[in-house]
């Protein structure tokens, strides 16, 4: 089993920035990738950006493109989400995970709230 551990939400007004870390431990040599998700109020959890565990290959939702950017410090086990230019519509809770052959393990989320 992995164990994350999430930081770095908050309160922002629009087009300012925040960064979100994502730190793991237990069996992270079992992990294939790490990403966000979020969950807005009335919808559905989405996928926001994840990264392969040798950082080779990216992915973002259209939504964050060019805004967004993941990275992983392997170091520290530590999986990063910057996030610029925020907007309103970026509000939600974020939740980290990591996937694993068989499984997924989740983060307990950390809220991200955009003023206008």
């Known amino acids: 089993q992995v164990q994350l551990v999430e930081s770095g939400g908050g309160l922002v007004q629009a087009g300012g920035s925040l960064r979100l870390s994502c730190a793991a431990s237990g069996s992270i040599f079992s992990i294939n990738a790490m990403g966000w998700y979020r969950q807005a109020p009335g919808k559905q959890r989405e996928l926001v950006a994840l990264i392969t565990s040798n950082g080779y290959y990216t992915n973002y939702a259209d939504s964050v493109k060019g805004r967004f950017t993941i990275s992983r410090d392997n170091a520290k086990n530590t999986v990063l989400l910057q996030m610029n230019s925020l907007k309103p519509e970026d509000t939600a809770v974020y939740y980290c995970?990591?996937?694993?052959?068989?499984?997924?393990?989740w983060g307990q989320g950390t809220q991200v709230t955009v003023s206008s």
């Open positions: 995970y990591a996937q694993r052959v068989r499984s997924t393990d």
